[in-house]
């Protein structure tokens, strides 16, 4: 699976972006998706997760009830929709596929695209 993230700008604080993650491979509909991010001189950290068969979607707390997480199988798309952006929210965002797993751990992530950069400002 080979991904590739869009999306990512400058934007003020309370604004909005929505990243994409384009992959390729026909069995992307198995893989379960994740985002996760970086920012400077910091660990890359869980964002956003979504399952490959239920479509559940999982959040770190940072960005639940601002961001959506979504997944549009039959484009091999992954989306999420970022809303209320805070200046904390500036980091490199990458999009991540597991097979078999949904969640958190970036370790379970086999495949990731290149990052995107979302800057806040305030």
């Known amino acids: 699976v080979q991904l590739q993230a869009s999306g990512g700008g400058l934007v003020q604080a309370g604004g909005s972006l929505r990243l994409s993650c384009a992959a390729s491979g026909r069995t992307f509909s198995r893989y379960a998706m994740g985002w996760f991010r970086q920012a400077p001189g910091k660990e890359r950290e869980f964002v956003a997760a979504?399952?490959?068969?239920?479509?559940?979607?999982y959040y770190s707390d940072s960005v639940k009830g601002r961001f959506t997480i979504s997944r549009d199988n039959a484009k091999n798309t992954v989306y999420l929709e970022m809303n209320s952006l805070k200046p904390e929210d500036t980091a490199v965002y990458y999009c991540?596929?597991?097979?078999?797993?949904?969640?958190?751990?970036?370790?379970?992530?086999?495949?990731w695209g290149q990052g995107t950069l979302v800057t806040v400002s305030s």
């Open positions: 991540a596929a597991a097979l078999l797993y949904t969640g958190s751990s970036k370790d379970e992530y086999a495949y």
């Open positions: 979504i399952n490959w068969s239920d479509r559940s979607t």
